[in-house]
């Protein structure tokens, strides 16, 4: 099975400017989690999603939104990006059987100037 | 979801078994044990997993003690390819959940 593809790998933006990212979860997977890591913080939670329902949520601003599609592919949108938006963003799917491991995507690199 | 405390770094040497210990007290009945391995700009891999006793797959083995309020990863003779950050989670992967990262354990294998 191929693994959690993310796009674009690399991005750069001004700040106030808005970006979209993209994410395709292993075959079969309904779940789509996104994370966002920085060196500060390390790795915190953005929200989940599955069939198409966001039902869970961390601690982030308005600006950090996101959806799913049917086919499960998901995207994730900052609006009016600040400087400290600038991270790895990932994106891990999991399936709905068994212990449910999550499978991480190589991450979208933002940085924003 | 259960909190993890894991030491910060670790060094070692080429071919030596590392043993990576992380405590998880509030550990759940129906938790899980997972390791992800983390390399710079990558996103986290699995490494192994489990909920009592011993796991062992091609990668590392899993030591979990009959409390469960502590688990054990162990890297058989590592090379400098292993260094990495090595992050224990503790949680019911199940339903709403999400994961909690921690701080993560750096190891550094050196020649």
């Known amino acids: 099975k191929a693994g959690v593809t993310q796009t674009p790998r690399y991005l750069i933006k001004t700040r106030g400017q808005q970006v979209t990212l993209s994410c395709s979860p292993i075959s079969g997977h309904r779940s789509v989690s996104w994370y966002q890591q920085t060196p500060g913080q390390g790795l915190q939670f953005l929200f989940e999603?599955?069939?198409?329902?966001?039902?869970n949520k961390g601690n982030f601003p308005g600006r950090f939104s996101g959806r799913q599609f049917s086919n499960s592919r998901s995207e994730m949108n900052v609006s009016t990006l600040e400087l400290g938006d600038s991270a790895l963003y990932l994106c891990?799917?999991?399936?709905?059987?068994?212990?449910?491991?999550?499978?991480f995507g190589p991450g979208t690199r933002l940085l924003v100037l | 979801l259960a909190k993890t405390t894991q030491p910060i770094s670790m060094d070692s040497y080429e071919g030596q078994e590392v043993n990576i210990t992380c405590s998880h007290n509030?550990?759940?009945?129906?938790?899980?044990i997972t390791w992800y391995q983390q390399f710079p700009s990558q996103g986290p891999r699995f490494i192994i997993q489990?909920?009592?006793t011993k796991v062992t797959n091609e990668v590392a083995s899993l030591f979990i003690p009959a409390d469960r309020k502590s688990s054990t990863l162990s890297l058989p003779r590592v090379s400098l390819s292993d260094t990495a950050v090595y992050y224990c989670l503790v949680g019911v992967q199940t339903g709403a959940n999400n994961l909690f990262f921690g701080t993560g354990t750096r190891l550094t294998v050196i020649p």
């Open positions: 891990a799917s999991r399936g709905t059987s068994g212990t449910q491991t999550q499978y």
């Open positions: 999603y599955f069939s198409e329902t966001q039902r």
């Open positions: 509030n550990i759940a009945t129906n938790d899980y």
């Open positions: 489990g909920y009592k």
